[in-house]
């Protein structure tokens, strides 16, 4: 089958603001060649964008996520100068090495002891909301995940703005100039550095971890290993570029499914039981993360077209979130939808998300302070403003929002 779509077309503004119409054009014939965009460690505006095959559908893009041997993403910052530890763009056996120490420092108690910082950030944060027109982007979703990565990282709080500033930078950087990228990358590399060099020696010295996740990683061990102290930096960096861009983006997709769903948020101050599968819901239809590449490793064969060893493929979990054959009415919120727990935003197979409890954590506590606090959630006076800038997230930038006070 062909397509009357360009491929090529998929990193444009007007595509990246609304994928999905181009995803079901191209689901079909999938995968697609002549896709092009940034991997990991090259820079727009720097590096040539590289040619790549898309996965769309469902089947394609969960088994080539889950067969990490055939599609690597082994080596993805060797010889780079990329900053971040991404669990995500290693393999076994480095992966697994990697997160049996990281989640060491996630555990399901580490992260139920946040909940009540979480919940009080956000009621300060619904407390300082004005009357009128708010920009719940700017004043409820952005601040939220930057506070709580200065907590975890036992950080002063003035850092907040800066660690916002950073991952917006590095996240978003298509729409800055490459000089502009590496300073900002430059000044958040420089502070980690010698965070974590601090910490480090202090713990040396025998002085006593703290509770957050800096010295947590520091002592974690597993089987004898440790993360070295270039290793800790590097995740705390990525923790930053990837907890707090990727949550806020997250909670702004939840909010914009409330204004746009009234009979949702309804149905949601009347039982919180619900917002779990509000969640998972709005994660299959609106997830935030699009794409993630993989480095083919053998000649391989899917839907009838032969990919061979050295090329790169695109794994699109968005387009796989709206394949009507397992996602029926996939434009459609629906909570009784009982197989949205299959959506792929997270991620598949051992590149499951780690931090995927942290940010279900903080996204609910902010639907929650605001289902507490009012009655109903009406567009604001001037439209949303989509996220134009890089095709690895899907969200927008702004969302003014009336709200009626309960």
Avoid at 175 to 201: C, H, I, L, P
Avoid at 281 to 295: S, V, Y
Wanted: aromatic content about 8%; charged content about 25%; proline content about 7%.
């Amino acid at each position: 089958m062909e397509t009357s779509f360009d491929p090529g077309r998929l990193a444009t503004p007007e595509v990246i603001a609304n994928p999905y119409p181009a995803y079901d054009a191209l689901r079909a014939d999938s995968p697609v060649s002549g896709y092009a965009d940034w991997p990991p460690g090259t820079v727009p505006g720097f590096d040539p964008p590289i040619q790549a095959w898309a996965l769309l559908s469902y089947e394609q893009v969960a088994a080539a996520a889950k067969d990490h041997q055939t599609f690597s993403s082994a080596n993805f910052q060797q010889g780079t100068d990329a900053p971040t530890l991404m669990l995500v763009n290693h393999d076994d056996p480095e992966h697994a090495k990697l997160r049996r120490v990281v989640v060491q420092a996630f555990t399901p108690r580490r992260v139920a002891e946040l909940r009540p910082h979480v919940q009080a950030v956000v009621k300060k944060l619904i407390d300082g909301l004005p009357d009128g027109d708010v920009d719940v982007v700017e004043k409820l979703c952005a601040p939220l995940p930057a506070q709580l990565m200065v907590r975890l990282l036992g950080q002063p709080d003035e850092m907040t703005d800066k660690f916002q500033r950073w991952a917006n930078a590095f996240m978003l950087s298509a729409d800055m100039s490459v000089e502009e990228r590496t300073q900002s990358n430059m000044e958040m590399v420089g502070y980690f550095m010698q965070m974590v060099d601090a910490r480090a020696k202090r713990l040396a010295e025998g002085g006593k971890p703290g509770d957050d996740l800096v010295d947590a990683l520091l002592v974690a061990e597993s089987e004898g290993a440790r993360l070295t102290r270039d290793e800790v930096w590097r995740f705390c960096f990525t923790l930053v570029v990837a907890g707090a861009e990727t949550t806020m983006y997250y909670a702004a997709n939840c909010l914009r499914a409330l204004v746009d769903n009234p009979d949702v948020f309804a149905k949601l101050r009347e039982d919180r039981t619900l917002l779990s599968r509000f969640q998972q819901e709005t994660l299959r239809m609106a997830g935030p993360p699009q794409r993630l590449f993989r480095k083919v490793m053998r000649d391989v064969e899917i839907g009838g077209k032969q990919i061979r060893a050295g090329e790169w493929v695109a794994l699109f979990f968005a387009a796989a979130n709206h394949d009507p054959k397992v996602f029926p009415e996939p434009r459609r919120l629906r909570l009784d939808r009982d197989n949205a727990g299959a959506q792929l935003s997270f991620g598949h197979g051992i590149h499951f998300c780690l931090g995927a409890p942290l940010a279900n954590l903080e996204t609910a506590c902010l639907i929650e302070g605001v289902l507490d606090r009012f009655s109903a959630m009406n567009p604001g006076s001037e439209p949303a403003e989509p996220q134009r800038a890089t095709l690895l997230q899907h969200s927008v930038t702004r969302l003014p929002v009336l709200f009626q006070r309960a």
